[in-house]
């Protein structure tokens, strides 16, 4: 009856159903479609996406990885990051419970029209990667004085 109980699967009757959504996801290469505005609960990593007058902020939590660890590209307003995060376990291991997520990932957010593919700068520092990805100038806001 209770099959899913200590042995290898997710946790819960709806574990498998979980199950079946990532290995979905990781066939289709994990697009979403994702815009700056939307984002989809569980994804991995989770993205922060925030806008001034200047530039757009992304910000990327994925601990444990290093910035060797991440392929990032910017075409036009497309964002695409990726990766792989390995976890070293013995072989002789048995898992009664595994939430923690490994293998390859891929994230795609659509950012603003406005924002210059030639003007971003990227670190990471404490599992977070930050990514600051200037606007063009001709389409910022600017202030008018009435005189």
Do not use: C
Not at 36 to 46: D, E, H, L, T
Not at 90 to 99: D, G, K, N, V
């Amino acid at each position: 009856m209770f099959s899913y109980l200590g042995n290898n699967r997710e946790r819960g009757p709806f574990g498998e159903f979980d199950s079946l959504q990532r290995e979905m996801e990781q066939l289709f290469g994990g697009w979403s479609g994702d815009g700056i505005r939307s984002g989809r609960a569980g994804a991995y990593p989770p993205l922060n996406v925030g806008v001034t007058a200047e530039e757009v902020n992304v910000y990327v939590f994925a601990p444990g990885l290093t910035a060797a660890d991440f392929t990032l590209t910017l075409q036009k307003n497309l964002l695409t990051v990726a990766g792989a995060r390995k976890i070293d376990t013995p072989e002789y291991s048995t898992w009664y419970l595994r939430e923690r997520f490994e293998g390859d990932f891929r994230r795609v957010v659509t950012l603003p029209e406005d924002v210059d593919p030639d003007q971003v700068r990227a670190s990471y520092r404490d599992g977070v990667l930050h990514l600051a990805i200037k606007r063009r100038a001709a389409v910022r806001p600017r202030q008018i004085s009435v005189n």
